[in-house]
Structure formats: C-alpha cells, structure tokens
C-alpha cells in the first residue's frame, strides 16, 4: 500500500516551453503533496507544499509563477514548470501524505520525473 | 535553526561488511526521525521512523538508534550487500509532523 505515481518518469524539452509533471497517490487520499526538487550529488530541496482545494506555499526562492502547482483532488497534484530553461534540468520528486487518522501520515516518495531542457 | 546533519558525507565499504551511518538535529518540538534509502534516479524509501519514546528499530539488516537526549540517530547496515549502494537520508520532522528537515544524505558505495 501507499504507493505514489509521477507521470512522466523522463521528459526533455525545448526551452521556452512548459512541462506538466503529475503525481498520484494510488491507493491512498492525499491531503498534502509535497514537491522536491534534486540536482546531482545532493539532498533533496522542498520547492512547495501543495494542500488539496488550496493555493500551494512555495518555499523561499522558489518562483510561484514559473512552478505552478495545482492539487485539484485528494489523489492528484500538478507541478507545471513554465518557460522552462536549461537551468530548471533536474530530478523533480513528489510526495503524498495522508488523511490524519485514516492511513499513512508519513511521506511516500514518488519516483522521481527527470527533466531535461534543450 | 531547524536543521539535520548526517555523518559521513560518502562512505566506500566492501560487500559483507557493516557500517554506521550519523545523523545530528536540531528541531523543536521533536516528532519523529525517519531514514530513507534513495537508489539513483529514484524516489526516497522509508527504512525506519521513530519517535522520541524509540531508541532503536530494525527493518532486516538496517537498525536506527535515536538518543533524544543528544538528539542523535544513526543507521547500522549489517553484512552490507551491493544492493545498499544508495544515498541515506535522515529526516526530522517537528511540529507534531507538520514540518520537517532533510538531512544532505550519506552516499554509501559497496564494493565487492
């Protein structure tokens, strides 16, 4: 159980353009969505924290109009890189945690969509 | 400052040998202390969660320690095989696990 889904697994892009990346939790109702982004050889960086029916908090630096992120429903959030540049090539991953009281509250990681820019 | 620490940066060991892996926090009010294993071009794995009323769990050949008093943790591998070269990751969460702190992560290579 508390499997998390992310579609697409790889994508390459040209730049200029914008990249949908989705996340799912599959057999769980995620109340909050996480998204993370990861460069070679480091941890992962929050960028935001995405709650259903909500307006996501970006983290500090991270730009709200270049990284839209919607979570229309308890098991589906969107993170869409707008005007994607070269420099925005990285390992975005996703995590979904559960209702409070009614499964996993705890993080489970998706498997990371990796993105690359032209 | 919310923050987390981990002990060795990278660690190179030969298959069948154990290590240990350190985690330092420092959040308030603690939680819980989680270790993930991350494959290359993967998503993170849980391993282990404690909270601060646990001082050791195991999941087959991994066991975390936490200290709540040093507020340390550390990871033990037992006769590590090739499949544990991946990057540990420590995660302290706080604020009754509304937020959290990410570790940098210890990369481990085995070799055989």
């Known amino acids: 159980g508390a499997v998390v889904s992310q579609h697409p697994s790889w994508v390459i892009c040209k730049s200029g353009t914008s990249v949908k990346i989705e996340c799912r939790s599959l057999d769980f109702q995620a109340t909050t969505m996480f998204w993370y982004r990861q460069f070679p050889k480091q941890s992962l960086m929050l960028m935001a924290t995405s709650n259903e029916g909500s307006k996501a908090t970006y983290e500090q630096g991270v730009e709200k109009d270049k990284f839209l992120i919607n979570h229309a429903s308890l098991t589906l959030s969107t993170l869409t890189v707008t005007s994607a540049h070269p420099e925005d090539s990285s390992f975005y991953i996703c995590s979904a945690r559960g209702i409070p009281g009614t499964g996993p509250y705890e993080q489970y990681f998706g498997p990371g969509t990796r993105l690359t820019v032209t | ?112």
């Open chain 2, 1 to 112: 400052k919310n923050q987390v620490e981990q002990s060795p940066q990278s660690l190179i060991i030969l298959e069948g040998k154990n290590c240990t892996l350190q985690c330092n926090y420092t959040v308030s009010p603690f939680s819980n202390l989680r270790w993930y294993k991350q494959d290359t071009g993967r998503g993170p794995v849980s391993l282990t969660i404690m909270t601060f009323s646990e001082n050791t769990k195991s999941n087959g050949r991994y066991t975390a320690t936490l200290d709540a008093d040093t507020k340390q943790s550390s990871l033990h591998i037992t006769a590590s095989q090739l499949s544990d070269s991946a990057s540990y990751i420590c995660v302290a969460s706080f604020n009754y696990g509304q937020n959290f702190v990410f570790g940098p992560g210890t990369r481990l290579s085995v070799l055989p």
